[in-house]
């Protein structure tokens, strides 16, 4: 639900809460600088300011018709009406024919064009053209941009994390620069948690749970899949024990506490008789990426 409040040099218009500000009997008590804020639930945005100025005479150009205010570029989410202007001066009878690109829309023949519920396939480039008897005037082309939201190319991934160790979570998202985050822990914002990535020093029991975040642009917000922590008490043996895993793609992120005779061994299935040692894994303390293909299962044990 998108939320509108117009703001006149910095304060608030009472009433003017659409998309769309009217101004009826122009005078100069209207001269300012105009702002339009968007907000949801997510975020809020806002307009480019624009200046009102009151001319008091009309340029001598096309024997006095004339285009003072031209329409203006406007980029907006989808779902947004959208309004364009144009302001003419002249004696005669004055008409109008919007287009887009270089199409005529049919019945667009008011000072104003408005668009409801836009979506991306509006895009693009709205002029007006102005008549007065055989005289004819185009306006400056103005560019419609409907931004979208962000897409989530790679979400937060479920852990099991060893209580007392780090655990951190990332996502990876395309959108309209620039990107903001908010991460979640069972659906509540996690204050000051508005990076790409978010960690636990230390974790414990009590921070079980589901992990998401809000990425948002100008154009909207996502909310990631849920990523769940699940946390495990810390072995008296540590050195037979895994202490994290974690799943990127294909890829496995496996880390213990090595040794001497310390090897990390996997199978296909539980059925299998025979564990095969991972090529490399012996020694010290180490993190080891695996390529998830035939094994599904990876222990520890000392020789």
Do not use: C
């Amino acid at each position: 639900m998108l939320e509108f409040q117009w703001f006149k040099d910095g304060s608030s218009l009472a009433g003017a809460t659409q998309g769309t500000l009217i101004i009826e009997g122009v005078s100069e008590t209207h001269v300012g600088t105009y702002q339009l804020k968007v907000r949801n639930p997510a975020a809020t945005l806002d307009s480019a300011s624009v200046r009102l100025e009151l001319k008091s005479e009309l340029p001598p150009e096309n024997d006095g018709l004339a285009i003072l205010t031209h329409p203006m570029d406007q980029t907006v989410p989808p779902g947004t009406d959208v309004t364009f202007l144009v302001e003419v001066g002249g004696n005669g009878t004055i008409s109008y024919q919007w287009q887009w690109g270089d199409f005529n829309i049919p019945g667009a023949r008011l000072a104003s064009f408005t668009i409801a519920n836009v979506q991306e396939v509006d895009e693009g480039e709205y002029r007006v053209v102005i008549f007065d008897g055989d005289r004819r005037l185009t306006s400056q082309p103005a560019t419609l941009t409907v931004s979208t939201a962000p897409v989530i190319l790679v979400p937060p991934q479920s852990q099991s994390i060893v209580e007392g160790d780090r655990v951190t979570f990332q996502v990876q998202a395309k959108g309209a620069s620039p990107l903001s985050y908010q991460w979640r822990y069972n659906g509540i914002n996690l204050p000051g948690a508005r990076s790409q990535s978010f960690t636990v020093t230390a974790v414990s029991p009590t921070d079980e749970g589901a992990y998401q975040v809000v990425v948002t642009d100008s154009g909207g917000s996502t909310v990631s899949e849920p990523a769940q922590l699940t946390v495990t008490e810390r072995p008296s043996n540590p050195l037979l024990r895994l202490s994290k895993w974690s799943r990127v793609g294909t890829t496995l992120v496996l880390e213990w506490d090595g040794g001497p005779g310390i090897v990390l061994q996997a199978k296909a299935r539980l059925q299998d008789p025979v564990w095969q040692d991972v090529p490399g894994t012996q020694g010290a303390s180490r993190a080891e990426q695996l390529t998830l293909g035939a094994a599904a299962y990876f222990r520890l044990i000392q020789r």
